[in-house]
C-alpha cells in the first residue's frame, strides 16, 4: 500500500529536549516536504527536500533541522524545543511535477 | 507570493444541505489548485484537483472549478452528509522558480453536518 508514515503519533516532551520526529514514504518520490498546522493558520511549511541531499527552508524553518540521507526518509529534528513548538506536524511527499502531495497520518506533538 | 484564502469557519449544516466554500487565491503563471480534506483525527487527503483554466474537478460529488478571470476555486456540494463533517483545506501548486514542488494552504474551515 503506498503510503506516508510518521513516528510517533503523539509526543510530549520538555523544553530543551532533543526529539526526532521520523518520515518515511514508499512511493519513490523525490519531493519530501514537513508541514506544521496551528489553528486559523492552515499548513506552513518547515523545510523541503527536492531529492536526496538537497534540502531547503520552508516558511517556518526556525528551531527544526531535517536530513535526506536516503530518498524513502525525511526526519525532522528539533534540538532544542519551545513550547512554541507545540503543534501538529505533518510530513508528505510527491512527484513534484504533479503537484499533489500525499500527507502521512500527522505528529501531535507538545512540548512542557 | 503566493496566497490562499478561504471563508471563515466554522460552517454548520443540516444533513442534504447545499455546501459552499469559498476560496480565492493569488499567485504568478499558471498554478494547480487543490481542495484537501481532513477528517477528525487524520491526516490531509487530496478531494479534487484541477490544473489549468475553466478545468472541474470533483470527487465524492464535491466539485470546484478554476475561473481565472476572479482568481477563486470554490467547493460545492449538492447535499451533504454527516460523514463531509471534516476541516477542507483550499491549495495551490505553483511550478514556477523556487516553489517548485510547494504547496501554499488558506487557513482551513471546519465544516460540521448534523443529521
Known amino acids: 500500500e503506498a503510503q506516508v508514515t510518521q513516528n510517533p503519533r503523539y509526543l510530549i516532551t520538555v523544553t530543551g529536549k532533543k526529539l526526532t520526529v521520523t518520515c518515511s514514504q514508499n512511493?519513490?518520490?523525490?519531493?519530501m516536504s514537513w508541514y506544521r498546522q496551528d489553528p486559523g493558520l492552515g499548513l506552513r511549511q518547515i523545510y523541503y527536500?527536492?531529492?536526496?541531499?538537497?534540502?531547503d527552508k520552508g516558511d517556518v524553518p526556525e528551531g527544526y533541522k531535517v536530513s535526506r540521507k536516503e530518498k524513502r526518509n525525511f526526519p525532522l529534528i528539533l534540538e532544542s524545543p519551545s513550547p512554541n513548538q507545540t503543534s501538529l506536524y505533518f510530513c508528505?511527499?510527491?512527484?513534484?511535477?504533479?503537484?499533489?502531495?500525499?500527507f502521512g497520518p500527522g505528529t501531535r506533538l507538545t512540548v512542557l | 507570493g503566493n496566497s490562499v484564502t478561504q471563508m471563515e469557519g466554522p460552517v454548520t449544516l443540516s444533513e442534504e444541505a447545499f455546501l459552499t466554500i469559498n476560496c480565492t487565491y493569488t499567485?504568478?503563471?499558471?498554478?494547480?489548485l487543490f481542495w484537501y480534506v481532513q477528517y477528525p483525527g487524520e491526516g490531509l487527503q487530496l478531494l479534487l484537483k484541477a490544473t489549468k483554466a475553466d478545468d472541474k474537478g470533483s470527487n465524492k460529488g464535491f466539485e470546484a472549478t478554476y475561473r481565472k478571470e476572479t482568481t477563486s476555486f470554490h467547493l460545492e456540494k449538492g447535499s451533504v452528509q454527516v460523514s463531509d463533517s471534516a476541516v477542507y483545506f483550499c491549495a495551490l501548486s505553483n511550478a514556477g522558480g523556487t516553489s517548485y514542488g510547494k504547496l501554499t494552504f488558506g487557513q482551513g474551515t471546519i465544516l460540521t453536518v448534523h443529521p
Open positions: 499567485a504568478t503563471g499558471y498554478p494547480s
Open positions: 527536500s527536492m531529492n536526496v541531499e538537497v534540502t
Open positions: 512511493m519513490n518520490h523525490e519531493y
Open positions: 508528505a511527499s510527491s512527484f513534484p511535477s504533479l503537484g499533489e502531495q500525499f
